[in-house]
């Protein structure tokens, strides 16, 4: 079975400390997501990645960047934390960008709060 | 910017009956997923549909895809608790650099009652 691991599953964080997030995947996924959940919004893609070193903007990137060193890690920041990221968020893997007929396969979630 | 549209939004439900959750999208595609999140966990991969006429079945879960008419639905049958959950539709365009990202929709959240 997939694995995708996210670090912490709740976190305190003040106002303008720098967060990170981190997600780590075994199953050698080209494809990594970052999502945050607020409720009556859905899902909202922040950040992708297609391969190492790779990122792009996903719907919501505004205050938010990722860094993609190695194939299996796939880390989120927020450079200055505010209180309105807090919020649930998702980290997902898929298996490459061809027709591969594979869901997304999602970590358990990190629920950040900022004070 | 691609759209996906469920509906309903909250469904009520008592056990024993059947319903339906829609779920619309505004551009092509050929490849939807349904996701299902129970309170406080992660979304669980529920069922891939990656054809016109698509079915797919799983207990009392239906599945099915019309990709002409840009439309999913999720039929459940003879409800029991334990399918309480929210429900999300999420649809792959396939089209340039963003194979493989998922547009989601809003999710229904369903409850079952005795």
């Known amino acids: 079975d997939v694995k995708v691991t996210q670090s912490s599953r709740y976190l305190v964080k003040r106002t303008g400390e720098k967060v990170f997030l981190e997600c780590v995947q075994d199953?050698?996924?080209?494809?990594m997501f970052w999502y945050r959940q607020d409720p009556g919004l859905g899902l909202r893609l922040i950040y992708f990645s297609y391969d190492v070193k790779m990122k792009e903007k996903g719907d919501i990137p505004e205050g938010y960047s990722v860094s993609r060193e190695k194939k299996e890690r796939f880390s989120l920041i927020l450079e200055s934390a505010s209180t309105n990221q807090t919020s649930m968020y998702l980290c997902a893997s898929s298996l490459d960008r061809g027709y591969s007929n594979q869901p997304q396969h999602f970590g358990d979630g990190t629920r950040l709060s900022i004070l | 910017e691609l759209k996906v549209e469920q509906n309903p939004l909250f469904l009520s439900m008592q056990e024993g009956k059947n319903y339906t959750i829609y779920c619309n999208y505004s551009?092509?595609?050929?490849?939807l997923y349904w996701y299902r999140q129970d309170p406080g966990k992660s979304l669980e991969s529920l069922f891939v549909l990656l054809s016109n006429g698509a079915v797919k079945q799983e207990g009392r879960l239906m599945a099915s895809l019309d990709t002409k008419a840009r439309l999913s639905t999720l039929h459940i049958t003879a409800a029991v608790h334990d399918l309480s959950a929210t429900y999300f539709c999420?649809?792959?365009?396939?089209?340039?650099?963003?194979?493989?990202?998922?547009?989601f929709g809003r999710g229904t959240q369903l409850t079952v009652w005795p």
């Open positions: 551009t092509t595609s050929d490849r």
């Open positions: 999420a649809v792959d365009p396939s089209r340039g650099s963003t194979l493989g990202r998922l547009y």
């Open positions: 199953m050698d996924h080209e494809n």
